[in-house]
């Protein structure tokens, strides 16, 4: 199993900053791919940004330019920097890590951490 555990969520005002973490524990699992995800009441979960192993990033257009992936694959922890917070960005965010062990690889999701943007 890979436990994710997830940190930095909290309110802002609009136009404000957060960062949020996630770091990933598991024995005998490589960390591949790693992201985030956010739902919004009565939505469906969402892609945020996602990075690969290598660094290799993928955001949603709604945040290009403001939120900023990154992860420390010694520590296997996944950052996203959220910047120019808008109140649209208001919801629960979820660490998202594909982890391999032997030839499989597994889906694993953090508990969730709230975003909530006033304006």
């Known amino acids: 199993q890979v436990q994710l555990v997830e940190s930095g969520g909290g309110l802002v005002q609009a136009g404000g900053s957060l960062r949020l973490s996630c770091a990933a524990s598991?024995?005998?699992?490589?960390?591949?791919?790693m992201g985030w995800y956010r739902q919004a009441p009565g939505k469906q979960r969402e892609l945020v940004a996602t990075?690969?192993?290598?660094?290799?990033?993928n955001y949603a257009d709604s945040v290009k330019g403001r939120f900023t992936i990154s992860r420390d694959n010694a520590k296997n922890t996944v950052y996203l920097q959220m910047n120019s917070l808008k109140p649209e960005d208001t919801a629960g965010y979820y660490c998202?890590?594909?982890?391999?062990?032997?030839?499989?690889?597994?889906?694993?999701w953090g508990q969730g951490t709230q975003v909530t943007v006033s304006s």
């Open positions: 998202n890590a594909k982890a391999s062990r032997w030839t499989t690889e597994y889906n694993y």
């Open positions: 598991g024995r005998d699992f490589r960390i591949n791919a």
């Open positions: 990075i690969t192993r290598g660094g290799t990033t």
